[in-house]
């Protein structure tokens, strides 16, 4: 994997970064910077730069003065929260709950990452989705399912946290293979949300976001890295994943609403 800077047109790019599980695993982790049309700019995620990356980051955003938010869209991605308000202590910082409670002393903004006043802030640039259907801050740290999706219109971007994912493929065999396949998480039975009607609400939020994204061209996601589609492509792709998984949901769902003997 390793560190990177990817420009994907319109104002947006896409940074990789390294995440090394247990020191050793690289499984990578991203953050996105986003131009908005007022010519300021705002991260999605956060990580923590340095070396070249970080020249590039600061040359773009002269020298992180236009930076004027950071948006930490992932409850559980906390890491790098400390490292970027460091690089850009002027910019507001959004997060989750979980994000104010792990993190006390960095100076959060009151609105939630996932509020709809962030929404409404935001909107002539981002479009947030929030999964229907699950949680969206697990009570198990290890469901990481549940994240906040970010839609950037001007590039065809999608930027996701764990939520959707892409099989990894190894480098050497990336022009012979055919393109990384996407799925869901596999922690969705998890993180299913209580009450009934957990799983038909998590479908009809895929099916919108499908149709939403239906002219999508670059799929960004923290830990399998990034993918172009030609438009419908990604579509057609997420319906299909979410075809795949539905049996597990399905069986979570009954078992849940069954009362133990
Ligand atoms: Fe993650």
């Not at 020249?55 to 890491?79: C, K, Q, W, Y």
């Not at 492509?233 to 069986?251: G, M, N, T, V, Y």
């Amino acid at each position: 994997m390793g560190e990177a800077l990817l420009d994907l047109g319109g104002g947006f790019w896409n940074i990789r970064g390294d995440f090394r599980v247990a020191g050793v695993v690289n499984v990578g982790t991203h953050a996105s910077l986003v131009r908005l049309a007022s010519g300021r700019f705002v991260f999605l995620d956060s990580y923590g730069l340095k070396g070249s990356l970080r020249d590039r980051v600061m040359a773009l955003t002269e020298g992180g003065s236009a930076v004027e938010a950071i948006l930490n869209l992932h409850p559980f991605h906390t890491l790098h929260c400390e490292a970027m308000h460091r690089d850009f202590p002027h910019a507001a910082l959004y997060g989750s709950a979980r994000h104010r409670q792990r993190l006390p002393d960095l100076p959060w903004a009151e609105a939630a990452v996932e509020s709809a006043t962030l929404a409404a802030r935001y909107g002539e640039d981002l479009a947030f989705s929030l999964p229907a259907g699950i949680d969206y801050i697990s009570a198990d740290d290890r469901v990481h399912a549940g994240s906040l999706l970010a839609w950037h219109q001007a590039s065809g971007t999608l930027h996701v946290d764990d939520t959707l994912n892409l099989m990894p493929v190894p480098r050497l065999l990336r022009g012979v293979l055919p393109p990384p396949r996407l799925f869901l998480h596999p922690t969705l039975p998890q993180a299913l949300a209580p009450g009934p009607g957990a799983v038909r609400d998590f479908r009809a939020w895929v099916k919108g976001l499908a149709a939403q994204c239906a002219d999508l061209r670059h799929l960004v996601v923290a830990h399998s890295g990034h993918r172009s589609f030609a438009p419908g492509d990604f579509s057609k792709a997420l319906l299909a994943a979410l075809r795949r998984i539905s049996p597990r949901l399905e069986r979570a769902e009954a078992r849940r609403s069954t009362p133990a003997a």
